[in-house]
């Protein structure tokens, strides 16, 4: 089983096209709904009383929930962005922790030992708490935002040294290592202990450097982008649901994974919020999976 934790929240987003308001979001709805299309998946999170019901029948019908805390006292976390016509350069207009400020994780028996767990975007420290609740997981992976790079930095380093992978995109781990060349960014994050990091770069594809090595991939080539959010977060669970079905973690699984990443991140932007991902099936992962493939071959 895989277990994700992170934040399930209602966004409002921005885009010179259009605005969408309180719409369900969150780094854990988007890592898990990607995620869920490989593997059985579990969320561990909180709510508020003023999270819709219908959006709790949504997580439930693809993701077990039983994790999920609904805080009868608080208001959901609350994410507030908007996009220029560069979607790529998002600004937050505002950060509602809410509930998740003092959260105090649990998780049911029944995950307990589960074998893959995915830290999304989250409170590193709260991340590094829920760590200690499982047995002994075979595979952990962690990714974190420029919101906690400013106000938790030292935790975000003690948490990347405690991970097995590190996914980060393009601007985060610049931000982090007051560095510009990525590929330099990516040999530190490695050095801080995990075994690999990818660095995303959006619309320029991703980064995986593992055992000393680079390895490049350009994007899935998407021309009507509605909605960026949510990307970094589907390819992580797709990354991580993929690798959970795998027998080996090597550079071909790794770089396998990172193709499942970007073909779900690409879904992802396709639409407002998670209306994509909702509407894909297993035939549409594969079709552009081939579709990948293909662009590659010459
Ligand atoms: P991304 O994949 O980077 O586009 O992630 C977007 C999601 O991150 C949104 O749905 C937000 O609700 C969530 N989010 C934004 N800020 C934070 C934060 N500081 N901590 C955790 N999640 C966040």
Redesign the pocket.
Known sequence: MLTVF??I?L?TTRTPFHTVERTL???AT?ASISASNYVFTSIVGIVGHDFPASYLDLLKNRVDIRGLTISQTGKT?H?DSSFGYDLSKRTTNK?ELNVISNYQSTIPDEYVDSEYVYLA??DPLQNMNVLKLFSKPKLIICDT?D??IMNRRDEVIKMINNVDGIIL?ESEAKLLFKESNIFTCARLLGSIGPAFAVINKGENGSLLFYENEFYPLPAYPIEIIRD??????SFGGAFMGYLSQQEKLDSKSLKNAMMHGNIMGSFAIEDYGIEKLVSINADDIKNRYEKYKEIFSF
């Open positions: 992170g934040t929240a966004d979001g969150g780094t988007f976390f994410y950060t975007n989250n935002m919101f906690w995109n960026p959010t949510g990307a970094g977060d």
